[in-house]
Every structure is written in structure tokens, then in C-alpha cells.
């Protein structure tokens, strides 16, 4: 256990020692849109759901998702790349600006921000649309204000760490944001950058620039061994095959999946021989491509690379993998090789050419996106802090694991890798009350720390149940609660001249008792307008029945790039019912005979209750 618990702390060391490190990170940024809805029955025109959408969900994706995650691990991110000048572009901004990574961004107007759009349903995803056309090239014009860009980010990083060489990440997908006279330019000026890390869906286009790691997923890996292998396709022997679909998605790697090949082991004389292997599995698709690898010296194919299923049984992509680092170093130029193999974890090789496998935890397809950006973000944050490379390979795979516990794009904290490693960070011991002139000084505490920050507001009158099962469920959609509560004064206008019942120091205390809440806000205006301007909350969670569009202050967050939450309520529990109960009880004339007033109704003349006690939300 201690070997165990020094290991972790060794480990969290060099998470430390990465802190304001100078990142530039460039390529292909994206909109993740995630639309969550509810269906429960099926449209009369066709066998299909009917959604009826809930929340909505916007994050950077790729080279802006690697950029949050060096962010959020507590390095010093600047992102260059080409945005479209549309509404994409403006959240993209937006989620970037949360981050808190410097964005240099280059505006193309009539070039639109990629977006990938998935709609789910029961956190099942069950369509993606895509938009953003990869053959949209930039113009000339857009290359040399990206290479403009490009240039002065790297002064600004290096000036910021007082003369220390930024790192580089390349993030290349295919959607035109690296054109030939970028990738050029970035491949003549590679002495400016310590370390440079490559995540490339055609490695070969990167030829020359000596990166000092690249992550191709598995399937990135073979295209690169088969493009380099020449022609020749052997004709006998038992093969492993790999199904590798004719167009490569444009957006990011494509998958391989293993398995016996398809048909019988074609002989010299052209004819299918099977005798003393087992039968064949599945059926080829006609004009299939396929990739291969073969066992003895492990040769290659015209379309691919080959192992041959007697060199063992169980052979899997780790393997395959494994066997293959020496070339794929050789054809890269890079100093490490980390190939990621999706929920199998990843095999990485360096110099001393001793393979190291690292293991992950399946998950859903749908909590697993952008856990790669994860794991690329780590893995070259520890390599520029001239960690050990079995040391960056563990944060790397760590850093990706934790990030797959929910549904949407993977961000990897710095708080939640220290405290995965026994060592959690601790920020400064503020107190829960707290006055409007600290909170933003507090805010950027715990941004700075990675945390996300989740507010509401109210007047918060008598506690109750329904407040306390409000706050709990605003709590668990983010690290950081804090309540804005109405003044005195606020309250009477808003609720009348009988209000409020608890005086706001009274109201404040009791709320900043509670274990769900952080911080606590007295603010005099009836909007709490000018404090979400200053908070700028990842999520505003109001209380009600109604749909988050109705929410008036929901405008507002969305400009500042954050989300609305409604909570329905707790049944029979409210503030305005509480207090007309205690005045119908105090009115009661005879409390001791145990007997009850009769309901107010207008048959028997009792007085109606007052309208103006009701409430739509629970905060009232």
C-alpha cells in the first residue's frame, strides 16, 4: 500500500509540474452539439420515434476539444485555427472562453464551422448529422492569416513563458484547416517548438516533421504500414484480416474491426484451399478493401499488413500493435508511438523499443467521444514536462479513462486526475456567505481549478423540503453551487408588503447550511441580471414548471455561452403553501378541541386564498 500510495504521488508530482505550461494547439476545431430528448411513441408516417427534445448541449470537438483539455489540465492553451463566421463559430467561441483557452482563432467568412450533431434518446444516440463540407478549401487569403496566426501565437506563448519554447500539437482531421502551405510551414519551422505532438488521420501527410509523438488510433496506424508496403499481396497462408471500409470518413479516424478473413486462403493455382485450417467466417463484400498481417517476419501487403493466426490464437489489435512500433516510429520520425485502441486502451513504443500496454474500462460509444482529445492532451503535457515515458503513458490512459463516466465530449480536469490519484486539489478556504464584490475573484479560483459553476437565484423565504431537493438536483449538474438570494427589499416587491416572512440574513445562513450549496449572494435588484454577467454560469437552473425558453434570464446565459436548467417540483411543497397554511391555522378559532376548520370555498362564505401567494417556482 505504500509502494502504492508513493507511486500516485509521483505521478501527481509531474500533474503539478505541467501547470501554465505553453501549449499551441492547431487543425480542424468543431461544434459538438448533443440533443437529449424523450420518446415514448412512435410517429403514424413511418416506423419512428417521435423526440421531443429536452436539453441541448454545445462543446469545442476536435483540435478545440484537445485545446480544453490542455486547459483544464492546467496548461496554458492557445488555439489557432480557421472558424466559420456563423452561429457554430460564435458558441464555439463561447465554450472556448469558458475554457479559459486563449483563442486565436482566424474568421472565414463563407467557410462554415464543422458541427456534429447527435440526438439521443434514453442517452442511446440514434443519429448524427454532420455539417461543414472538408473540400471547403481555404483560400489564399485565409492561409496566410492562419500562417500570420500561427506565427504570433508563438511569439505571444513564448513571451508569457519568458523565453521558453511552446509545445505543439497538430491536430490534422481532414476537414481543411491544414492545407500544404500550413503543414509546410509548421514542418520548416519546427525548431520554435519544444515538443510537438501529432494526432493525424493521414500520418503520412506529415512527412518531415519530426514530431515527438503521435497517437494514430489502430486504424490510422495500418493505413499508414499499408500505404508504405507496396503492391504485393501474398498469396498462401492462414491470415488474420481486417475489414477497412473504402472512404475514410473525413472528420477522424476510422475503425478496423478484426476477424477471421472471409472466403477460403487462395493457392498458387488460383484456387480456394482450405484444407487443414479452420472454415472460413462471415462472407466477403465484392471489391472490399481489406488490410492484413502476416506472422513470420510479420511482411506486408499491398492493402495492408498481415499476422498470421498460427503465430497464436487470441492474436487482437494490441498484438498486431505491439508488433508494428519499430515501423511506424520509422515511418513517422516520431520518438513515441502511443496507438489507442478505443475501449482496449492504447500500446505505446519509444527508443528502447520495450512496448507498453495500457488497459481501459468499455463504455458506451456515446461517453467515450473526445476521450482520445483526453488522452492526447495528457500524454503531451507529462512528455513536455520531460516525464519518464511509462509515466506519460499512465497519466495519458488515466486522463481518458475518467472522463467516460457520462454522455458527451470528454474533458479531462486537472482536479479530477489528482484526486483519481489519491491527491486532490484544494482551492482557498472562502466562506459560504459571501458578498458580490469577492464572488468574481472566486469564480476564477475555481475556473481556474477546471471546475464548472452552476447558479440560480430566489427569494428562498421558509426552507423546505422542495428547496433542499432543488439545490441537491442543481448541485449534481455541476462542481460548483452558488445561490443568488433576493434582498429584503427585492422580496416586497416581488412577493408584496407581507414578504418576506425571514429577514435575508436569516434566509442566507440557513442555505449556506446546506451541503449541496458553496456559496451564497445577497444581491438588492429584482433580476439577478447583473450577477450572471459577472458569474457567467456553465448552467442556470430555475425552478418551475415551465419549458428552459420561457426562463426570462435564459437569453442572457445563452450569450455567455451557458445552459438552462428547469427542475420541476417537489408535489405540494412551496413556500406560498407553507405560509397560507400557518395563517389558516392561526385563524383557526378553536385549536385546542382538535377540531378542523372547514376547506375555504366559496359555497360557505370563507375567504378564497390570495392568488398572489402562488408561485411557479420552488425558489420563491
Not at 488460383?270 to 492484413?292: F, K
Not at 389558516?584 to 378559532?589: A, G, K, R, V, Y
Request: aromatic share 2%.
Amino acid at each position: 500500500m505504500a509502494g502504492a500510495a508513493a507511486e500516485q504521488r509521483r505521478l501527481a508530482t509531474v500533474v503539478e509540474s505541467w501547470l501554465e505550461r505553453p501549449v499551441l494547439i492547431v487543425g480542424d476545431a468543431m461544434l459538438d452539439e448533443w440533443r437529449f430528448a424523450d420518446s415514448d411513441r412512435l410517429c403514424r408516417e413511418a416506423p419512428a420515434p417521435v423526440l421531443t427534445l429536452r436539453r441541448r448541449i454545445s462543446a469545442a470537438g476536435g483540435a478545440a476539444n484537445t485545446a480544453v483539455n490542455v486547459a483544464a489540465l492546467g496548461g496554458r492553451a492557445v488555439l489557432v485555427a480557421p472558424v466559420g463566421a456563423d452561429v457554430a463559430g460564435d458558441e464555439l467561441h463561447d465554450c472556448l472562453d469558458r475554457a479559459g483557452v486563449w483563442d486565436r482563432t482566424v474568421n472565414q467568412p463563407g467557410r462554415p464551422t464543422p458541427v456534429k450533431r447527435r440526438m439521443l434518446a434514453g442517452n442511446q444516440i440514434l443519429l448524427r448529422e454532420d455539417s461543414g463540407d472538408p473540400d471547403d478549401a481555404l483560400d489564399p487569403e485565409g492561409v496566410t492569416r492562419l500562417l500570420t496566426a500561427l506565427s504570433c501565437a508563438t511569439e505571444e506563448l513564448r513571451a508569457a513563458a519568458g523565453g521558453e519554447a511552446p509545445t505543439l500539437v497538430v491536430c490534422d482531421y481532414g476537414l481543411g484547416a491544414l492545407p500544404a502551405p500550413v503543414r509546410a510551414w509548421l514542418v520548416e519551422q519546427r525548431e520554435r517548438y519544444a515538443t510537438v505532438a501529432l494526432d493525424a488521420h493521414d500520418l503520412a501527410d506529415w512527412r518531415g516533421l519530426a514530431p515527438t509523438v503521435v497517437t494514430p488510433s489502430f486504424a490510422e496506424a495500418t493505413r499508414l504500414l499499408a500505404r508504405a508496403a507496396g503492391a504485393t499481396r501474398p498469396t498462401a497462408g492462414t491470415e488474420l484480416h481486417l475489414e477497412h471500409p473504402h472512404g475514410d470518413p473525413a472528420d477522424g479516424p476510422s475503425e478496423l474491426t478484426v476477424g477471421a478473413a472471409p472466403g477460403g486462403v487462395r493457392a498458387d493455382n488460383g484456387t480456394e484451399s482450405t484444407a487443414g485450417r479452420p472454415g472460413p467466417v462471415g462472407e466477403p463484400t465484392p471489391g472490399e478493401d481489406r488490410v492484413a498481417l502476416t506472422g513470420d517476419g510479420l511482411s506486408v501487403t499491398g492493402t495492408g499488413v498481415t499476422v498470421n493466426t498460427r503465430a497464436g490464437e487470441g492474436v487482437d489489435r494490441a498484438v498486431l500493435a505491439e508488433s508494428r512500433l519499430a515501423e511506424l516510429r520509422a515511418h513517422t520520425g516520431a520518438d513515441v508511438v502511443a496507438v489507442t485502441l478505443d475501449t482496449e486502451g492504447a500500446v505505446v513504443g519509444g527508443a528502447d523499443g520495450e512496448p507498453r500496454r495500457s488497459h481501459s474500462t468499455p463504455v458506451p460509444a456515446s461517453h467515450a467521444v473526445g476521450a482520445g482529445d483526453a488522452y492526447l492532451a495528457a500524454m503531451t503535457l507529462a512528455l513536455a514536462a520531460d516525464a519518464p515515458l511509462p509515466t506519460a503513458a499512465q497519466l495519458a490512459q488515466l486522463a481518458a479513462t475518467i472522463t467516460v463516466s457520462d454522455t458527451g465530449t470528454c474533458v479531462c480536469r486537472r482536479e479530477d486526475l489528482l484526486t483519481a490519484l489519491g491527491q486532490p486539489i484544494e482551492t482557498r478556504n472562502h466562506p459560504a456567505l459571501v458578498g458580490s464584490d469577492e464572488l468574481d475573484a472566486i469564480v476564477a479560483e475555481y475556473r481556474e481549478a477546471g471546475r464548472s459553476v452552476v447558479f440560480t437565484n430566489g427569494c428562498f423565504d421558509v426552507l423546505h423540503r422542495g428547496h433542499v431537493r432543488y439545490l441537491e438536483q442543481a448541485r449534481a449538474l455541476g462542481d460548483l453551487l452558488i445561490v443568488a438570494v433576493n434582498s429584503d427589499g427585492s422580496v416586497r416587491r416581488l412577493k408584496g408588503p407581507d414578504r418576506p416572512v425571514n429577514p435575508v440574513e436569516d434566509r442566507g445562513a440557513l442555505l449556506a447550511a446546506l451541503a449541496c450549496v458553496d456559496h451564497v449572494v445577497v444581491f438588492e435588484e429584482d433580476s439577478p441580471a447583473a450577477l450572471i454577467e459577472a458569474v457567467r454560469p456553465d448552467i442556470y437552473v430555475k425552478g418551475g414548471d415551465y419549458p428552459p425558453e420561457l426562463v426570462p434570464e435564459a437569453p442572457l446565459v445563452r450569450r455567455l455561452g451557458g445552459q438552462v436548467h428547469t427542475l420541476g417540483y417537489v408535489p405540494d411543497r412551496s413556500t406560498s403553501a407553507i405560509i397560507e397554511r400557518i395563517r389558516s391555522h392561526s385563524q383557526d378559532p378553536s385549536p385546542t378541541t382538535g377540531e378542523r376548520k372547514p376547506d375555504p370555498s366559496p359555497t360557505t362564505g370563507e375567504r378564497e386564498p390570495d392568488p398572489s401567494l402562488s408561485s411557479r417556482t420552488q425558489a420563491s
